[in-house]
């Protein structure tokens, strides 16, 4: 059995391409690798394919530049019964000068699903350094503050 990757690090060039209306990466090409690390992550620990339910906390700390070089880190934080909770910290800068800056980060839950969209149960993940028990312990407060979020708004938010 191969050892479980509980976390990713993705590497790459922001393309011209990526380019939003100000001249600098556009915040969707952002969120798609960050949505393309954490899946990666969730995959890599559940070895079942997964959906996104949540996305949430996401800061836009700096822009990223068209020719940076981007990192996209994502790390298992928490697991619970079919749910897979990985924080994603985007970083970036110019490859001549290799110093990379913070630029995004966020948290994204995700559903370990079978052929027929159904949830199915992950293994646990135990954190076991101080740093993991206190990111677990993150994401379990962030899932107590959606909760009550949730209450407020109602499940399915304001009806536009
Ligand atoms: C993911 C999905 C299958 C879950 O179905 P569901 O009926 O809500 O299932 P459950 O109520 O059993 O919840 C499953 C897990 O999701 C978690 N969950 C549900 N709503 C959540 C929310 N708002 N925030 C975080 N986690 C949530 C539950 O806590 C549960 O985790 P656990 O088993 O570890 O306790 C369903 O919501 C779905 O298909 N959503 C669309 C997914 C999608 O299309 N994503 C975008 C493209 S990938």
Redesign the pocket.
Known sequence: MPEREREITLRFLAEPTDVNFGGKVHGGAVMKWI?QAG?ACAVGWSGQY?????V?GIRFHRPVLIGNMVEVSARLIH???????VAVEVSAGDPKEGVYTKTTQCII???A?DDG???V??DGWDPESEQDVALEQYAKRL?EL??ET?KEIG?HGVVL
């Open positions: 949505d899946y997964c959906v996104t339910v949540y949430g697991t619970g019964k079919t749910s897979l909770h839950v995700f559903v699903v969209g159904t949830p149960e992950v899932m959606r909760k949730e499940p």
